[in-house]
């Protein structure tokens, strides 16, 4: 077990998290447990409470971290229908970077706000398709479910057993193009 008397620089928020979305990517959300946390960091498990609230916080601190970390395609004039692929090809890059942690936002989407720029940059980018502001909601939450249930697939290898891996990307492609020539087509 770590030592509880940490040494050099004061403990910081950011080095929590991240220190947590490490174990979460090692062992799962279920294996990250505030004491676990304290002694990877090698500290008393108490002062972690003076930058998390509780695990809760922790993880939607963790999560956060992680959006924040995505960076959204470009709004560079570029064509909606290339930057509507570019944040679908995000989504299942974040997914597939950290499988524990998606898991577990399927089943809190609460995790994830819409103030982040992943967000944004999808709204901006159906209205540039033509959505009108009244459907954007509805529009974004479909895709973002389409890239969740084919991410989930893909991580439970329902996919992968029978394809291959170049197969389970080209059935994505195909999905994605899918995707893009129907919201054209309702949209004009």
């Not at 990877?40 to 998390?52: A, C, G, Q």
């Not at 709204?123 to 954007?136: M, N, Q, Y």
Request: glycine fraction near 8%.
């Amino acid at each position: 077990m770590a030592s509880h008397a940490r040494r050099g620089a004061p403990l910081t928020r950011e080095e929590i998290l991240t220190t947590a979305l490490r174990l979460i990517d090692a062992g799962g959300v279920e294996a990250l447990t505030m004491r676990r946390l304290a002694a990877e960091l090698s500290v008393n498990p108490m002062s972690l409470y003076h930058h998390v609230e509780n695990k809760t916080a922790l993880l939607e601190g963790v999560c956060s971290l992680v959006v924040a970390r995505l960076e959204p395609p470009p709004d560079d004039g570029s064509a909606w229908q290339d930057r509507l692929r570019a944040l679908a090809h995000t989504y299942r890059s974040l997914a597939r970077l950290h499988p524990a942690l998606w898991s577990y936002v399927q089943v809190h989407p609460e995790m994830i706000g819409r103030e982040d720029g992943m967000w944004g940059a999808l709204c901006r980018t159906l209205l540039a398709a033509g959505v009108p502001k009244e459907d954007l909601a509805a529009t974004g939450e479909a895709l973002y479910s389409f890239v969740s249930g084919f991410v989930t697939a893909e991580s439970r290898d329902e996919l992968g057993r029978q394809r291959g891996a170049e197969d389970v990307d080209r059935t994505f492609e195909l999905a994605v193009d899918i995707i893009v020539a129907g919201l054209r087509r309702t949209t004009g």
